[in-house]
């Protein structure tokens, strides 16, 4: 069972930058693409970025987009979000999982760890 931790929140002002990471345990990290997700108060978690296995292939929502950057480093079993320009919308909890590149960025397993919150206000 693969592990996540999040980690990086903060409050931030708006116009700032954040960047948050996710280590996970267990080898499985490699074979699978990962994903960012944002919870807002009151709101559904909903999918914000995501990368594939490699790190070549990237999904973005368009509340993000231009602003956010996903990326991986394999070797550390970590994913990280780079956060800029943000927003008192960008307010959330944000957690990390694993998806599957190659059916739409579908989430693989319904398990979360505590996530990190973010939020941005001045």
């Known amino acids: 069972q693969v592990q996540l931790v999040e980690s990086g929140g903060g409050l931030v002002q708006p116009g700032g930058s954040l960047r948050i990471s996710c280590a996970a345990s267990g080898s499985i990290f490699s074979f699978n693409g990962m994903g960012w997700y944002r919870q807002a108060p009151g709101k559904q978690r909903e999918l914000v970025a995501g990368?594939?296995?490699?790190?070549?292939?990237?999904y973005y929502d368009d509340s993000v987009e231009g602003r956010f950057t996903i990326s991986r480093d394999n070797a550390k079993n970590t994913v990280y979000l780079q956060m800029n320009n943000l927003k008192p919308e960008d307010t959330g909890v944000y957690y990390c999982n694993l998806v599957n590149p190659s059916l739409g960025w579908r989430l693989i397993r319904d398990y979360w760890g505590q996530g990190t919150q973010v939020t941005v206000s001045s």
């Open positions: 990368i594939g296995i490699g790190g070549y292939s990237r």
